[in-house]
């Protein structure tokens, strides 16, 4: 559990290298690590801030975090 684990969940679900999953994991573990209504939408933002992903690739990429 923690930063790592996360980081190896986003490389899996997202197809990312480790290192491009590691900065997506600090980098939006805030706003990812409790997903309300506000703070899903701005989670899902930084996601895509880093990675190129589809609308199905953000729920698997948000559902990472729950390793925090």
Do not use: D, K
């Amino acid at each position: 559990m923690g930063v790592g684990a996360v980081a190896s969940c986003l490389g899996a679900v997202l197809g990312i290298g480790a290192t491009a999953a590691y900065i997506i994991a600090v980098a939006c573990g805030g706003s990812c690590a409790t997903p309300t209504p506000v703070t899903a939408a701005i989670c899902a933002a930084c996601i895509g801030a880093y990675a190129v992903i589809g609308a199905g690739g953000i729920a698997g990429a948000v559902a990472c975090f729950n390793y925090l």
